[in-house]
Nanobody
Framework: QAQLVQSGGGLVQAGESLRLSCAVSESVFRVNAMRWFRQAPGKQREFVAS???????TYADSVKGRFTISRDNTKNTMYLQMDRLQPGDTAVYSCTAHIVQEGVGTFDAWGQGTQVTVSS
């Protein structure tokens, strides 16, 4: 069964940028919608951004104009470019993808999560 592997994240100062990646671990039949979520300590998980297989993107109001979601379908990889980061963006970021895999079926896969910390 395919997995999602994340990379990126780290510690930056306010106003700086980070780029997160989320890759499907093996060849699959289809990768439909892919999404980013985040969860800060003591808070509920919240939606960040999503992108369809054709490239249509949607953003949470809190990140509009600062974050950009994209995907490379030849690599089955999704990216989240985060610019002008703020301390309020500090959270564990996780990716998820709606996958159709031959011999398995249709399911949602999740990445392992990566920490983003923004200092003031």
């Amino acid at each position: 069964q395919a997995q999602l592997v994340q990379s990126g994240g780290g510690l930056v100062q306010a106003g700086e940028s980070l780029r997160l990646s989320c890759a499907v671990s093996e060849s699959v039949f289809r990768v439909n919608a892919m999404r980013w979520f985040r969860q800060a300590p003591g808070k509920q998980r919240e939606f960040v951004a999503s992108i369809t297989s054709s490239g249509k993107s949607t953003y949470a109001d809190s990140v509009k104009g600062r974050f950009t979601i994209s995907r490379d379908n030849t690599k089955n990889t999704m990216y989240l470019q985060m610019d002008r980061l703020q301390p309020g963006d500090t959270a564990v970021y996780s990716c998820t993808a709606h996958i159709v895999q031959e011999g398995v079926g249709t399911f949602d896969a999740w990445g392992q999560g990566t920490q983003v910390t923004v200092s003031s």
